[in-house]
């Protein structure tokens, strides 16, 4: 199953993925692809929202990806540590 997350108020962020996410791993997919093509940033309402979804997908069984990350999304998630916690498909341009 892929997700897209679009450009959105970060505080925003992480109501909406703990509203909407729970339903769609009710029949858990093989995987949850979080799409990120449409993040001009991660801030740190988006690395909240990852972090929540990484252990919402690992409660039920779900591999949890990340695609399209920009170099600088890859460098947020770095700096916080997180790459080698996330799977981080190779940074876009």
Do not use: N, Y
């Not at 993040?39 to 690395?47: D, Q």
């Not at 591999?63 to 700096?79: E, F, K, N, Q």
């Amino acid at each position: 199953m892929v997700v897209r997350w679009g450009p959105t108020r970060p505080e925003d962020l992480l109501g909406d993925v703990k509203e909407r996410l729970p339903p769609l791993l009710d029949v858990p997919p093989r995987a949850l692809v979080v799409d990120l093509g449409g993040m001009t940033r991660l801030s740190s309402g988006a690395v909240a929202a990852l972090l929540w979804t990484g252990v919402a997908c690992r409660s039920r069984g779900v591999p949890m990806r990340l695609r399209h990350v920009s170099r600088a999304g890859v460098a947020t998630l770095r700096r916080a540590g997180l790459v080698t916690t996330l799977d981080v498909d190779g940074p876009d341009s």
